[in-house]
């Protein structure tokens, strides 16, 4: 039988990955798919809390479902303006190795 | 839901997301990272949520990853050489991750609720696309509307942030 916690275990486990890629990887693009990877790791608890507290007609709580179809939408706004960032920072840089950017830094 | 169902879509999802953030080479990753958000959209279906599932596979492994994959050949990058590793902000990083998933994990097992099972769904209840729709349309249609300006802004601002001279 599949329980609630499993779902979480596995949502946080890839939530993980993700943390882990942002903090250990130090290319600017396999940094961003890193934070994909958390933003739908969030969805998927969010889902299986929708699916876990079901309201008095036993139908699962749709509001939740809702909210993670506007996560994805504003995900991917963010995506596109996020890699039109890379493409102008490696005009001016011709770079996208995260320690060679390093004028904000001191 | 079937048990093995569900750990067959997490291994896939799991394994290749480790894939993602191990690959020396950006189109491995990106490649890695589409087959990922395909067991999450199967993870997504196992909870009956068809909709989110669909819209899953739809926006990331379709239009999401098309953009990745396109940028990635834009700046011609190929596997990275290896660069010395500053071994202490690695260790540093690895303990950070691995306290952070230890804290996860004892918040889980406290949930009392974490035990249960999910509750069946009634015989013949209505199709998700329609419940979420309904929502969509009518309790949430000025986010929806703000959401359309938004999406509306960030096409502008991308075409500004790619003109070639930037004032």
Known sequence: ?106 | MSPVFFWLASALMLLFGAAVIMNRNPIASALSLVVSFLGLAALFMSLDAFFIGIIQVLVYAGAVMVLFLFIIMLLDLRAEERRKINLVAFAGGVAVAVIFFGQLCLVIGHLRQAKQSFPALPLNHPDDVRSVGLLLFGNYNLPFQIIAVLILVATIGVIVLSKRELR
């Open chain 1, 1 to 106: 039988m599949v329980t609630l916690g499993d779902y979480l275990f596995v949502s946080g486990l890839l939530f993980t990955i993700g943390f882990a890629g942002v903090l250990l990887r130090r290319n600017i693009i396999i940094i961003f798919m890193s934070l994909e990877l958390m933003l739908n790791a969030a969805n998927l608890s969010l889902v299986a809390f929708s699916r876990f507290r079901t309201d008095s007609l036993g139908l699962p709580n749709y509001h939740a479902q809702v909210f993670v179809f506007f996560i994805i939408t504003v995900a991917a706004a963010e995506v596109a303006v996020g890699l039109a960032v890379i493409v102008a920072l490696y005009r001016a840089r011709r770079t996208i190795h995260v320690e060679d950017i390093s004028t904000l830094k001191y």
